[in-house]
């Protein structure tokens, strides 16, 4: 369709021309209510100059009827009364734009979800209902004014915070596409948590080994700026124009003067437990998180430093990098775009007491048995139980430790990377030790992915780890630190009592510890179950509702590493569209200030929770920034003086809609 | 969570006696009895009180029955005007969860009700039912406890038996969740000096509940053997516990166990079974008579079945 | 030829998974049944399952499949409801309280152990108390009694005739005497209909 030539003039005074189109929706609403009565009921109300009924009003043809319509001059103003404006309200707008007529001046009376969905057993109930919202829909209509959306530039950066997976890919292709990018990370390193791991399923390809080139693409990547060890603080603005403030946090090592030679690490007297080996081992306080850390060099963990000055001693640091005075710096930059990619914690298991976890020495986490079976581990690939450091003989894993768990104390979702991790671990243990007896405690095995089944199946034709179909109930440690484990053989119904060298829980995932805080800086919604909550489950899984930021990889939910860097790249490409564009449009449904009835009280500044009202210091009045404002109403009903209008939804409108849904008596079906 | 806990300032409880305290081991009454007077409390009879009823074998049977009974047992303790308490597990369990499943549904708690009130009775669950551990620990507190203690034992080993239904089901329970590893009952029984031992599978059930003991003895004899079994390699000298049942389980089920399974247990057990608040007496100083610890009568094929002399010898040694 | 068919020819095949069982969980606001996943976490922490052959998780797989032998058997008297496959469950299934109202189930159709029968209709049902210690059986539990400073009788129903009244008067109007008849009722028809199996048998 192409848009009209001639655009049909409204204003204040035009007289309201008003078109109904009744939807059957199929059976949706025909199916409960008579449209064809509904249709003559339109036409009796006033300032409706004509009335239709159409099976589908969102089909060419449907919409074919609208156009037709407008281009020959019977109507300027359009109610299609059928599904919920969510579905499709921007349908028909664009049908209006392109047949000369203001988009706005549409309005959509919902009697499917409102009225025929939710009252499938009582036509006449339905049908009383959807006169209502048409009475409603068509007062509306009379009152509506045209406006006109606004335009806003698109700056070409974005910002993504997270360095792990998910944010380096997004980062490197929108990088290559031209735009900047700053990386925001706040650990030392980027990498994330595949840098902790071993081998990957189902290729087994070492982890380290696929991701360094993709941190040093990063590094090497003119357009991004690489920011490790730093915080998103503050993020203002809007879509295409977000104010962002990052806080660079002292690393009291001048990485400029910082070779990365590693000098100061002996002679440092403080250890602490490794973040990065998950407990397992030591680090001091001056260090780099793992040999291959992109940036290479080292920071000083302020908290344990006890500032004895040995590693700033010239013949202990070299190109003297150390810098104890060192302060936060704070950094502004505007961005047109977000990614978040904050990725995971691991579910702590401590409060599951009947594993034993955090009790009994021998019980481990997966994650921990992923640094165990590391090259660069604490013990450079050859796991050993905690208790007697001796490689364990006999291991049993537990799947599901903390997921698909519906009481408190874990999550009801499923993780959805653990049985194949579980299989991956069992297997690389096997190889090391092929006389060991592995087990793994399931309940299903889910093994979804491409070349997933296969591995599974290998798991236990080629490599006799034994699968047993039964979630254990409880485990105790014997004399000698092995652990004993009760189950039921569900598939034969017998109990099991198993004593096992090692045990590990194969732990879940879960939304990051400050997700709420990010939740709240961003303005972004979270789910039930912790991650960021997409715009739409199926259709629009990297977007979310707040226009500009984007999610991608397990920020978003539980997801193996295929599935994460494919929505990184799709959250790229969807941060590149709205950038290449270069310009976005923004809903018209702002706040304006009526400037003579503005008494200057400010109460509309201080209650406005996105900072969208100004004052004007020379007119001593409220000045409302379009662009900002989201159209709340908050404003609009707090101001004392009634000087504040929104758009679309003016008290005029509003009390017009009120008014005629109390005020006439509903009509019988077929009157 | 629906708590409305009478302010017992005061400590003014109605006394729950159920069967087995009364009946087959009444120096658990006895002890109880006298124990919380010295603490200061004031129990008082609750006249016409039946069976609680017994969670395993009358809910097992028919719920219904189960909650009009239970009811009737509380509105005797309300028309006092207080929290009830009771020294049993097995009546604990019923009598909290019929309170908290009544308070939780309303229809059932309105049926129940209508049936009371044509024996003029009424149940408002205004007095939350407790156990004599609750009112030890959580109403009175250790330190107020602590401070009635005059003797403390030396060397002690004891193994502690919590039983199952004074944790369990725990979101019904007074002790935050805490079901796999509480520590209420230790902490008590170690205000007395002795040391609360640790051996394997200590929260293991008894065997006696959930209509096991009345269906087959032999089976909770097996359940009774394998933590003697447990206690026995721990080197306990004492079995203290905080439930008549399991009392009745440990203490005659002992004496079963060395009859059914003498083939595979090797020296038949005979470790004392003390009921908590005997312990604690004799450490407040309180003459053993009072605590039902000395033997007054010839009756033959009572309790307590397994000999308590050593504990006794114990006690004389060690507490002055 | 025929002990060869009834040693091994069972045809133990049941039609599907809506039970009559099931239902009466769900009108008894028990659907939670349905939620189980089988994964076995209740029998891996049942202390009698792995001493007995009670499968916590096979009682409740028995019920929604409709297999009424999980009625008859004994398996289900043997929970000692310690309550921690209810604490354990991690689809939050109040699993002992499933298995009671299996019991329920069980003894509606007449499904009662001799002696639990015995101990609900001439002990609980007559006297109050589930272990009393009136009449002349128990004389020496009211003499110990009174070996340690208490009276005889307790305050309970014992010393208050009227007590016990009350309580059959409410078990009455709740059905529990009527189930307990008719418990007892088709227990007799059944073991009628076993003798007259047993005597056929003896007389082929």
Known sequence: MTESEKKIKVTRKTRPKIGVYVCHCGINIAGVVDVYALKDYALTLPDVVLAREYKFMCSDNGQNLIKEDIEAGLINRVVVAACSPRMHEPTFRLVCKEAGLNQFLFEQANIREHATWVNMNDTEGAYQIAQDHIRMAVAKARTLLPLEVQKVSVEPSCLIIGGGIAGMNSAIDLAKEGYKVYLVERTPTIGGHMAQLDKTFPTMDCSACIITPRMVDVAREKNIELLTYSEVVDVAGYVGNFEVTIMKKPHYVDQEACTGCGACVEPCPVSVGNEFELGLAPRKAIYIPFPQAVPGEYTIDMESCIQCGICARPDVCEPDAIRYDDKPEYLKVKVGTIIIATGWDPYDPTPLKQYGYGRYPNVITAFQMERLLSSYGPVLGKPVRPSDLKAPHSIAFLQCVGSRYFREGGNKYCSRVCCMYATKQARQYKEKHPESEVYIFYIDIRAFGRGYEEFYESASENYGINYIRGRIGEVWEDKDHNIVIRAEDTLIQTPIELTVDLFILSIGLEAVADADKISSLLSVQRSEDGFFMEAHPKLRPVDTLTDGIFIAGVAQGPKDIPDTVAQAKGAASSAAALMAQGEVEIEPYYAVVLDHLCSGCRTCQSLCPFGAIDFDEFKKIAVVNSALCKGCGTCVSACPSGAMVQNHFTNIQLDSIINIAVKQPTVKNGQ | MVNKVSEQKDWRYAFFLGCVIPNRYPMIERSIRDVFEELGAELLDMPGASCCPAPGVFRGFHIPTWFVIAARNIAIAEDLGVSLITGCNGCYGTLRDAWWDLEHNSEEKKHVNKLLAKVGKKYTGNFEPKHVMQALYLDMGKEYVRGFIKHKFKDLKVAVHYGCHIVKPSDKRPWDGEYENPTFLDEIVELTGATSIDYKEKFMCCGAGGAVRTAVKEVAADFTREKLVNMREAGADIIINCCPFCHLQLDLGQVEVNNFYKDIIGEPFHIPVIYITQLLGVAMGMDPSRLGLVKNHNLKGVSPFIPIQPFLDIVKEQLI | ?204
């Open chain 3, 1 to 204: 030829m025929s002990e060869n068919i009834e040693k091994y020819i069972k045809r133990k095949v049941y039609n599907g998974t809506s039970s009559k069982i099931a239902q009466k969980f769900v009108d008894a606001g028990l659907e939670k049944l349905r939620s189980c996943i089988n994964c076995g976490t209740c029998t891996a922490s049942c202390p009698s399952g792995r001493r007995t052959a009670f499968r916590t998780r096979s009682a409740l797989r028995r019920a929604l499949a409709g297999d009424e032998s999980v009625l008859s058997d004994i398996d289900i008297w043997l929970c000692s409801t310690c309550y921690y496959c209810y604490e354990r469950c991690p689809r939050d299934i109040p699993v002992t309280d499933m298995i009671i109202k299996l019991r329920n189930i069980a003894v509606e159709e007449g499904y009662i152990l001799d002696n639990h029968f015995t101990l609900a209709k001439d002990i609980f049902y007559k006297t109050g108390h589930g272990v009393p210690a009136n009449g002349e059986n128990n004389k020496k539990w009211r003499d110990l009694r009174e070996s340690y400073g208490l009276p005889a009788l307790p305050p309970t129903v014992h010393s208050y005739p009227e007590a016990v009244k009350e309580c059959q008067f409410l078990m009455d109007e709740v059905g529990f005497k009527a189930l307990l008849d008719n418990a007892k009722k088709l227990k007799d028809e059944r073991m009628l209909a076993e003798e007259k199996k047993e005597n056929e048998k003896d007389g082929k």
